[in-house]
Nanobody, 120 residues
Framework: VQLQASGGGSVQAGDSLRLSCAAS????????MAWFRQAPGKERGFVAA????????DYADSVRGRFTISRDNAKNTVYLQMNSLEPEDTAVYYC??????????????WGQGTLVTVSS
């Protein structure tokens, strides 16, 4: 597995979780990274993305202000800090390897997904 996501779980509404996605240096270097999610019965959708340098981040409107994407290039890892979780955030979360240094919406590789369940 080239992208290993972890950190999912079952929480209550209002709780926080932090997802992690580790990659090999060969994949991670010089690439933007992103998180997507897929709720039951819905298509996979964009959550957040971060440039290689970490200076530029983008968020879906539904998570802006609650979620924070970050990365540690020394550890080849990208994170998604999720605060104030809502039942609507329940989904399988996937990390994605971008094609370029900045995020332009193109995905070269997907992680295996980690399930987040938020109960009310």
């Amino acid at each position: 597995v080239q992208l290993q996501a972890s950190g999912g779980g079952s929480v209550q509404a209002g709780d926080s979780l932090r997802l992690s996605c580790a990659a090999s240096e060969r994949l991670f270097s010089g690439r933007a990274m992103a998180w997507f999610r897929q709720a039951p019965g819905k298509e996979r959708g964009f959550v957040a993305a971060i440039s290689w340098s970490g200076t530029t981040a983008d968020y879906a409107d539904s998570v802006r202000g609650r979620f924070t994407i970050s990365r540690d290039n020394a550890k080849n890892t990208v994170y998604l800090q999720m605060n104030s979780l809502e039942p609507e955030d329940t989904a399988v979360y996937y990390c994605a390897l971008g094609r370029h240094i900045g995020w332009h919406g193109s995905v070269d590789s997907w992680g295996q997904g980690t399930l987040v369940t938020v109960s009310s």
